[in-house]
């Protein structure tokens, strides 16, 4: 019997199980996010989830390459056994190392993303062929490196996947002199938005911005909501700044708030 | 905040959508001639939003039966960074769902159903003006 | 061999210098190595996030280019490599009574220049 076809016990078992027999194979991972992780002859070369940005993503969302000039990129590419990584290089679009570069970043991004969803169930298919990659990594390099950032996160932010569903505003305070990178996500951070939402809107990976927002957060100079636990309220909204739900007395530090910073919890006085 | 504040339940299914579904940026509810309903917006023109999707949703609903089609379930409209889906919630009215890449359309179809049902639910009350 | 650690590898030609690799100045995830002396890429990407930020707050204009770390046999240098998109960190170790700094330096500006923009 084969490594894979015994029920492994969690998806990076699973993984080294697919790796041992050098699978191609696309695993469906059920949860919130979900996502597919893309296998060649065992190893990661792709992960596709809502909850991080794809390479595409950020290469057009960041305006590197022209969504147009992209997309004639791809089409072109597969004929004649050209890769999109020739195709681009070709065109003068992005050199291999940048293409490499730019994969390699979604690829270990979206596995953190991944690892922020509650990843109870999956699926193993045949292979799909995820069009843009460029390496391939073993999978216990990408589990490596997920924990290291989950760990990180823990140590700046708190819970990660807290921070995942917390929405982010901007504090009101006197302007300070900061990287262009971070005024961007105080300028993106409107209080309607995750760190997820503000990767898309930025075309930046989730991690880098939950690692700016922490730097942020640091300075005063973004606030937020404990994020309501679970399935969102259905209770009524009241109008005015968002309001959450008190979370039971958790293990992690509370956030810190400035004094004269607007209450956390809902205030049935409103 | 811009947020359109109506102390209204359907805002509150809005929302709810919009918290559940990863990539769920802005809705709008409209009427099928264009009026707007209610809406949980950002940085989009509701107004405008509810007459463009009255109006694609019109245009959808006769390219389908010209094509032999029947019973239109959604228009997806999909641009290098944007998703928007017009999908009705009954004969009289429609629900228009910003997204950006990253949508979880998955999710969204999974979800989908229950909100319409609930905002057709509330929007049954509504008395001819 | 990937496309970035073929390119590294060319690095390796001048005097002095054991070892390469490319970062996320962000992150910290390595996207390629050569040669046998490493960085710690976390380590380098937290020390000039450190120190970019401390300038930055301390007024001084644009953004941080390099960090020069002298030890008693070795120099570790880490560039800045800014591009569209979360800056890139190219760090080389150099065998002290071998590498010319000002040499290397140059190259690795030629590297970020051809390779990345």
């Known amino acids: 019997m084969k490594a894979a076809d015994a029920a492994p016990r969690n998806l990076p078992a699973l993984l080294a199980a697919l790796h041992e027999d050098e699978r191609d194979a696309a695993v469906i991972v059920g949860g919130t ?21 794809s390479a595409e993503s950020t290469l057009l969302k960041s305006g590197r390459v022209e969504d147009s000039a992209w997309a004639m990129a791809c089409a072109a590419s597969g004929s004649g056994g050209n890769t999109l990584r020739d195709e681009l290089r070709r065109r003068d679009l992005l050199t291999p190392e940048e293409f490499e570069i730019v994969c390699t970043a979604a690829l270990f991004d979206g596995a953190f993303a991944l690892a922020l969803g509650s990843a109870a169930e999956w699926e193993v298919r045949g292979p799909s062929r995820p069009v843009v990659t460029a390496r391939a990594f073993a999978p216990h390099l990408v589990t490596a490196e997920t924990t290291r950032r989950l760990a990180t996160i823990t140590e700046l932010w708190g819970s990660a996947t807290e921070l995942a569903r917390t929405r982010i505003r901007t504090a009101n305070t006197s302007p300070v002199r900061l ?77 810190k708030r400035s004094p004269g910073a607007r209450h956390p919890h809902r205030s049935d006085a409103v | 905040m811009p947020e359109i504040h109506q102390p209204e339940p359907l805002v509150e299914v809005l929302t709810a959508l919009r918290e559940g579904v990863m990539g769920v940026s802005e809705t709008v509810i409209s009427t099928v001639d264009g009026l707007l309903v209610a809406a949980d917006v950002d940085a989009v023109h509701a107004e405008s ?81 | 061999m990937s496309s970035v650690e073929a390119s590294l590898s060319c ?70 490599v800014p591009r569209q998109g979360d800056p890139l960190l190219l760090t080389a170790v150099l065998e002290r009574g071998q590498a010319n700094l000002a040499l290397v330096l140059h190259h690795l500006g030629l590297y970020a220049a051809e390779v990345i923009a």
């Open chain 3, 11 to 80: 690095l390796l030609e001048l005097p002095g210098v054991t070892g390469v690799t490319l970062i996320d100045a962000v992150t910290g995830l390595t996207y390629g190595e050569a040669g046998t002396n490493g960085s710690d890429p976390v380590e380098c990407s937290r020390l000039t996030a450190l120190i970019g930020n401390g300038l930055n707050a301390a007024g001084t204009q644009g953004e941080l280019e390099s960090v020069v770390i002298t030890g008693t046999n070795r120099l570790l240098v880490v560039a800045t």
């Open chain 1, 33 to 53: 996010p979900g996502g597919t992780i893309h296998l060649r002859q065992g190893r990661i070369v792709g992960v596709d989830t809502p909850g991080a940005p």
């Open chain 1, 179 to 255: 990287l262009p990178r971070h005024t961007d996500i105080l300028e993106a951070a409107n209080g309607r938005r995750t760190p997820r939402d503000i990767a898309f809107a930025l075309g930046r990976g989730t991690y880098a911005v939950m690692l700016d927002l922490s730097h942020l957060r640091a300075l005063g100079l973004i606030e937020h909501d404990t994020p309501p636990l679970g399935r969102p309220s259905t209770a009524p909204r009241m109008p005015g700044p968002r309001t959450g739900t008190p979370s039971p007395a958790a293990p992690a530090p509370l956030p």
């Open chain 2, 49 to 129: 939003i509810a007459a463009l999707s009255a109006a694609t949703h019109s245009l959808a609903h006769r390219m389908a039966h010209e094509a032999g089609g029947t019973g239109l379930r959604d228009v997806t409209t999909r641009s290098a960074d944007r998703h928007v889906v017009v999908l009705a919630i009954n004969d009289r009215a429609l629900l228009t769902i910003l997204g950006d890449d990253g949508l979880d359309l998955i999710r969204l179809q999974h979800d989908i159903h229950t909100t319409l049902a609930h905002l057709a639910k509330i929007l049954k009350g509504d008395t001819p003006a």
